[in-house]
């Protein structure tokens, strides 16, 4: 029998994902405030403020909920209205169904780590940030955590991506980050969070048990310095700025994917380097292909 997956905040990387499930025959609704922006990708779409509760409470029973919003700016308010405050509502929508979800997907970000000394972190290393940002999304992960409906939370670290080129960028303008002391920096490709998340609700389709929580960051946690170097040697750009302290030293951790690799799931971009290529070539900043 089709599956219906329903995708909150049906955005750029949950556009991905519904043409994958889509393949894989699911159904699958888009809801987003200007859901005109799915007319033709075969995605219903569906126009939603999660503000408006007669809206929440019109949302269709579905078997598979992703919920992947963005905030509207990086502010605690912004944070809180769509990560927490938004998640509460929908776990509360559901919650008070018949019919409940198979499972609902949060996803979150490796924000949530407060490590920054390149220590290695996975799923059971502790999370407390003390930033806004990793507060909020540790309330929300607990908020799921803590609800009668299956749930899993994916950590995001880094996405880049068509569109999502600020480091490339950066190169360009001959910038580059500190070679001592490394700070380690982590990243997944758009195209691997919509694998990735299909991938597990595939898993969950054929009856295999999920874990409650997956950090999802690709194969290559290395020194940011060594990231832009390459990227520069692939622009034939020489360095002749060093950026200081780009990441204020708050992200220096190395994040270790093996439980989400454990399950099956191979990375279309394992590396910075076949990522950053797909990027470089994608978004015309290549005289010839890499």
Known sequence: MKKTTLIL???DIG????????????????????????????????????????????????????????????????????YCDGLKA?????????TLPKRLFFVSSTSVYAQKEGERVDEESPAEAAGFSGTVMREAEQALLESPL???????????GPGRDRLIRQVQEGRIAPKTPPMYSNRIHRDDCAGVLAHLIGLDV???????????????????HEVMAWLAGQL?????????????????????????RATGYAFRYPSYREGYAHVMQEGGFLAEPV
């Open 15 to 82: 556009m991905v994902l519904g043409r994958e499930l889509l393949g894989a025959g699911h159904h699958v609704i888009g809801a987003r405030r200007s859901a005109q922006a799915l007319e033709g990708s075969g995605i219903e779409p569906l126009p939603l403020d999660l503000n408006d509760e007669a809206a929440l409470a019109a949302l269709p029973d579905v078997d598979y909920v992703v919920y992947i919003l963005s905030a509207d700016r990086f502010d605690e308010a912004a944070y809180r209205a769509a």
């Open 90 to 98: 929908v776990l509360r929508t559901y919650e008070g169904r018949e």
């Open 236 to 260: 034939k750009v020489e360095p002749t700025e060093v950026i200081q302290a780009p990441l204020r030293k708050r992200s220096s951790k190395r994040c270790d994917n093996a439980r989400l």
């Open 206 to 224: 054929a009856g295999k048990p999920l874990d409650d929580l997956y950090l999802a960051s690709d194969c290559a946690a290395e020194p940011l």
């Open 9 to 11: 905040g049906c955005g």
């Open 150 to 160: 299956a749930g899993t939370t994916v950590r995001f670290s880094g996405i880049y």
